[in-house]
């Protein structure tokens, strides 16, 4: 998924990183200036999956890839997005994955604390709000979302030298964020009978009452564009 918001653990977990590589010998990371003055981490690849084996640091790493702070640097020096191994960089499309039962009930979303800095951020509160896709859209996306399963479960086998059923059983008891389809598809593998479902994912504002949508495209729609705050303070 794709998230509109960085919460500011991941920039944390990021400079922390940096630090120590920075008081390392032989430095693996430097700081690149992007053209709109934001910032991003350029570091090797081989030095990006040492730092992925840390547990304290694999969950926060893979949450700032997603949002884009950090690529790898080739031998050409050419900057490409982040391609740990371990996920499917390369399908970053703005949605939601989420569970449900048979009646429609939202079993399975779970809560990160990055959705607390979010709602904080963006002036948001109580429960998330959802708004699955219909039709070709859903059946379409549904497709690539398991073709993207298939490819990361292939790289984290031989990454982790596991077995398929233990990289779901990894992935099921411990969901990571800014990866909400493998998140949602290691749980639907252990509860077969479950719903897939994809589409958009918000809170409401405090302002308004009306869902600002932080994953999706239904922003668009609802006619809440830029941060909620934004919007609230133009009515």
């Known amino acids: 998924m794709s998230s509109r918001t960085i919460p500011k653990k991941h920039l944390d977990a990021i400079g922390e990183a940096f630090q120590e590589s920075k008081n390392s010998s032989k430095p693996t990371m430097v700081i690149h200036e992007n053209e709109d003055g934001s910032q991003h981490i ?17 969950e926060l790493f893979m949450g700032a890839g997603a949002a884009g702070l950090i690529q790898t640097v080739g031998e ?23 569970i449900e039962d048979k009646e429609g009930n939202v079993i399975f979303d779970p809560h990160f604390p990055e959705y607390d800095e ?56 411990h969901p990571v964020y800014g990866y ?15 719903v897939f479902k994809v589409g958009s994912m918000g809170w409401k504002r405090k302002c308004d009452d009306r869902v600002f949508w932080e994953f999706g495209d239904e922003g668009g729609s609802t006619g809440i564009l830029g941060s909620a705050e934004e919007s609230c303070s133009v009515m």
């Open 42 to 58: 350029a570091i090797r690849p081989e030095d990006l999956a040492k730092f992925m084996e840390k547990p304290e640091f694999r």
């Open 76 to 98: 050409s020096g050419g900057q490409t997005p982040m391609p740990t191994g371990l996920f499917d960089e390369d399908f970053n499309e703005d949605f939601h994955a989420w």
């Open 118 to 173: 979010i709602k904080k951020l963006q002036g948001l509160y109580g429960e998330p709000q959802y708004k699955a896709y219909t039709g070709e859209k859903a059946r379409s996306l549904k497709m690539r979302c398991r073709a993207s399963a298939k490819k990361i479960l292939k790289t984290q086998k031989k990454h982790y030298k596991m077995t398929a059923a233990q990289v779901w059983e990894q992935q099921y008891h």
């Open 180 to 194: 909400c389809n493998f998140n949602a598809i290691a749980y639907l593998k252990k509860h077969p009978d479950s």
